[in-house]
């Protein structure tokens, strides 16, 4: 009969798996647990609030005083959609991470098409809103772009 307890042998690294070093993650991988994604999804929200921030002085220099009488172009309404995309972009790039083989490839092919479907309102619904103008559906679409780019790149890394 052995003498070494099970703590000895607990307590060396090869016994334990998560002691082992381990190969470094390929370039095109989303690091789902721990600090990087949590990282990212801070950087592309800062982003996204920055973004919406710029936009509504864009609108105010674009459509001056008219700038208030369309809603959709407020701080409040801009930085509540733009909170609202970068978290759900955060949601979505994690799930992508899990599941695919090229999660970067393809959450910025999502991405892409989740901004062209994001202007079908700015289209088809904004004209009917009170004080919309030509000039304030294009600042509108340009939000969309903005806070797109902010987030996509926060949270794959390229801006940060």
């Keep these: 009969m052995s003498t070494r307890s099970t703590t000895d042998a607990a307590s060396r690294p090869e016994a334990d798996p998560i002691a ?19 990282r990212r999804v801070v950087v592309a929200l800062a982003l996204a609030l920055l973004a919406a921030v710029a936009t509504r002085a864009l609108a ?14 407020g701080i409040v309404p801009l930085a509540a959609t733009a909170t609202v995309a970068a978290l759900g972009a ?6 992508i991470g899990r599941v695919s083989d090229a999660p970067e490839r393809t959450f910025l092919a999502v991405s892409a098409v989740v901004l062209a ?39 794959t890394g390229r801006v940060a």
């Design 60 to 73: 105010a220099v674009a459509l001056g005083p008219a700038a208030a009488s369309f809603d959709p172009l």
């Design 90 to 95: 955060a949601a979505v790039y994690a799930a």
């Design 117 to 155: 479907v994001s202007f079908v309102p700015v289209v088809a619904v904004g004209p009917s809103i009170p004080g919309a103008t030509t000039v304030a559906l294009v600042v509108l679409g340009l939000a969309h772009v903005l806070v797109a780019a902010g987030v996509v790149g926060g949270l």
């Design 20 to 38: 082992r070093p381990t190969a470094e993650p390929a370039a095109d991988t989303v690091a789902v647990v721990g600090s990087p994604l949590r």
